[in-house]
């Protein structure tokens, strides 16, 4: 019965499981790998699976041979709304969850997954179950990647042990944090949300009414330097440089 479980999360049958976790079946049963039926629904998007599982008490926290949990395992699959549904329920009952979800991927030196928790609003300074931040682990492994990425997202670094970080590189990473400013391309009127730019030069035009520059041959990057030429290549939440000049850069977050 323990197999017909983790087959139904596996297939997407919520109606099955239903009646398998109404007969009172373990909804944290575990395959081989320490998989429960919660991991392998969320990893595979099945929302009314999770759900299901959700009401019938399975514990949200558990942790397969690999170290992740559910959340984990939804957000690096993809699953935008599986992850929502799992950190509001995980939030309330563990209020550290944030935390140990940045600090996971911060030891892991994982960016992509980082940026997706971020996109997700976690609070970047949040602690994790030893009263860690990322950017403080990310600093002691010298993870010069991670620590840029959390520097310009707002990490605060003065808890950080930065005897094995460069300081040249963070005080670099301190500057180019404070010389930004965020810049929403969304026209707002009265707080309401009117229209989006366009175009791309519809949005460094925006940007110099915004601060005052002459931005027509401006260049828009992303977060790795890459230049944005069409507005259809940005995404939510994703972060952009209006850069005026190889040393001036203007950050904006894009809703």
């Known amino acids: 019965m323990a197999f017909n479980l983790l087959t139904a999360a ?9 009646e398998l976790l109404r007969a009172k079946l373990d909804p944290d049963i575990g395959d081989s790998k320490g998989r429960t039926p919660l991991h392998i629904a969320a990893s595979k998007g099945h ?9 019938h ?3 949200i926290h558990l942790r397969d041979v690999n170290g992740n949990t559910a959340l984990w395992e939804a957000l690096s699959s993809k699953h935008q709304s599986v992850f929502r549904i799992l950190y509001h329920f995980a939030n309330v009952s563990d209020p550290q969850t944030a935390g140990d979800l940045l600090c ?9 997954m980082m940026k997706e928790l971020l996109k997700h609003g976690l609070n970047v300074d949040s602690k994790d179950r030893q009263g860690k931040t990322a950017v403080q682990i990310a ?3 010298n993870y010069v990647g991670m620590v840029d990425l959390l520097v310009m997202n707002g990490a605060d670094v003065s808890a950080a042990n930065r ?3 460069s300081s040249t590189a963070l ?3 301190m500057q180019k944090r404070e010389i930004g400013h965020r810049l929403q391309c969304q026209i707002l009127e009265s707080g309401r949300l009117i229209r989006l730019p366009n175009s791309i030069e519809e949005l460094k035009s925006i940007a110099g009414e915004k601060f005052r520059f002459d931005a027509r041959n401006a260049i828009v990057t992303d977060e790795e330097g890459s230049e944005i030429d069409s507005i259809e290549v940005i995404r939510d939440n994703d972060k952009l440089f209006i850069v005026e000049d190889p040393n001036s850069f203007i950050t904006k977050d894009y809703w």
């Open 171 to 173: 005080k670099e990473m």
């Open 163 to 165: 005897s094995e970080f």
């Open 47 to 55: 929302e009314d699976c999770v759900l299901a599982l959700l009401r």
């Open 104 to 112: 996971t991927a911060a030891k892991r030196n994982d960016l992509t």
């Open 10 to 18: 596996s297939a997407g049958n919520a109606a099955f499981l239903e």
């Open 139 to 141: 600093i002691a492994q």
């Open 57 to 59: 008490g399975c514990n």
